[in-house]
């Protein structure tokens, strides 16, 4: 499947995955919507082919916002071919002891209702043309749970992850594809967020964010027949039990 003059939203575009992601769809012939909350960053990232990246500040966890987001995208590129649900947060304290209420709710809100609002909005076209593509950056998180990302981390991942097979299992009728990624470590600034800081020798040996970005290209060229609904990549080095 060609990429070329193909519209994509990808959410989390300022950094790490989406961005990375980004920067692939462009030089494949895309043209890309990215979105986040930091508008200066995703300018930055625009920067890279201005001619055919165009930033939106939006926050997934705000129904309006995303509303916002979808209409404008649709006036700058038209109808939406592909959507990319990279926007994802983790806290430093994530422990059942002492993980804030808040931050819980953030997570769920951001991680996986987030995705749920994207999805909403992106798929009536999808359904309309019958043709469309939808992928959602899980985790291993979100179908292992591990300390590692913590309790609410891991909760919200699970919630995405079912929603992704859910919602593919039913938009395949449609001639929709939904397809769910499960990274495992990846040096994005996430990391930052970990209870531990992690060495320059560690993010090292993990994924970077193109080793991802070139998974989810492979998944969006496949032909319209093939649907990937479960995707796992892991660092060589990660154990996956």
């Given amino acids: 499947m060609s990429l070329n003059n193909q519209n994509v939203v990808i959410t989390g575009g300022g950094s790490g995955i989406g961005a990375a992601t980004a920067r692939a769809l462009v030089d494949a012939g895309a043209k890309v919507v990215i979105a986040g909350r930091n508008l200066e960053k995703l300018q930055s990232i625009c920067d890279y082919k201005p001619e055919s990246m165009f930033a939106i500040s939006a926050d997934v ?3 309006t ?4 987001l979808f209409s404008t995208a649709q006036k700058q590129l038209g109808s939406i071919d592909i959507l990319i649900n990279a926007a ?3 806290v430093p304290k994530r422990m059942m002891h002492n993980l804030d209420p808040a931050d819980w709710d953030r997570m769920m809100d951001i991680n996986a209702t987030g995705t749920f609002n994207c999805m909403r909005l992106a798929l009536p076209q999808m359904r309309e043309r019958k043709a469309g593509t939808i992928i959602n950056i899980s985790s291993v998180a979100g179908i292992r749970a591990a300390a590692l990302g913590g309790v609410g981390y891991n909760a919200s991942k699970f919630a995405a992850t079912a929603l992704g097979i859910s919602a593919g299992d039913e938009e395949k009728e449609h001639g929709v594809r939904i397809t769910n ?3 495992g470590e990846v040096d994005t600034p996430i990391l930052a967020n970990r209870p531990t800081p992690v ?9 970077q964010p193109e080793d991802v970005a070139t998974t989810i290209m492979m998944v969006l060229q496949l032909p319209a027949r093939a649907r990937v ?3 796992t990549i892991i660092p060589t080095t990660q154990s996956f039990i």
């Fill in 65 to 68: 916002s995303v509303e916002h």
């Fill in 199 to 207: 060495t320059d020798e560690h993010r090292a040996k993990i994924l």
């Fill in 61 to 63: 966890a705000d129904r």
């Fill in 181 to 183: 990624i499960y990274p």
């Fill in 229 to 231: 609904p479960e995707l």
């Fill in 88 to 90: 994802g947060i983790n």
